[in-house]
């Protein structure tokens, strides 16, 4: 089933699927949703992130550890989503082959697709990609597994 850009999900709905709370919740909005096979996922980048303030504050770039988490959290939106348990939380197991391409700056938009590799029980395996105007900023294959809350 694909939902489509007109019912994506908001921030209401994501602070209702996963646990996070400013300034940890690193996702805006779900644009497009495949259960059980890929979502993407939106990051406005703002100069008021409380990281720019110590992160080369006079030249401040987005840290590559938050990008990961922003794409952990897209692939644990989808997970939650597709398994369809509302009792269980996603928890990030892993990451592997983590690349850093190019910086996001403050007024970047973070496009991020997250698709799903492989599932085995309540264990997840995700390839994601981050992109700023169609250009690839990070990489990286992520694993997640659902917990009772």
């Known amino acids: 089933m694909v939902e489509s850009n007109t019912s994506c999900i908001e921030i209401q709905e ?3 699927i996963l ?3 400013y300034p940890f919740l690193l996702i805006d909005r779900i644009v497009e949703l495949e259960k059980g096979r890929m979502a993407r996922g939106i990051k406005n980048v703002t100069m008021n992130e409380p990281f720019f303030q110590g992160h080369f504050p006079s030249h401040p770039i987005m ?3 938050l990008i990961i988490e922003a794409m952990a959290q897209v692939g644990g ?4 989503k597709s398994a369809d348990m ?3 939380l996603v928890y990030f197991m892993g990451i592997d ?4 391409r190019n910086p996001v700056l403050p007024g970047d938009t ?3 697709l997250c698709e799903v590799k492989k599932t085995r029980g309540t ?3 995700f390839t994601s990609n981050a992109h700023v105007n169609q250009k690839r900023v990070a990489e990286a294959e992520l694993m997640a597994t659902m917990v009772e809350r």
């Open 14 to 16: 994501i602070m209702k």
């Open 123 to 125: 264990i997840w395996t």
């Open 86 to 88: 509302s009792n269980r």
């Open 19 to 21: 646990p996070h709370r």
């Open 110 to 112: 973070l496009e991020i």
């Open 63 to 65: 840290p590559g550890v």
């Open 77 to 80: 939106v989808l997970a939650f």
């Open 97 to 100: 082959g983590a690349r850093f």
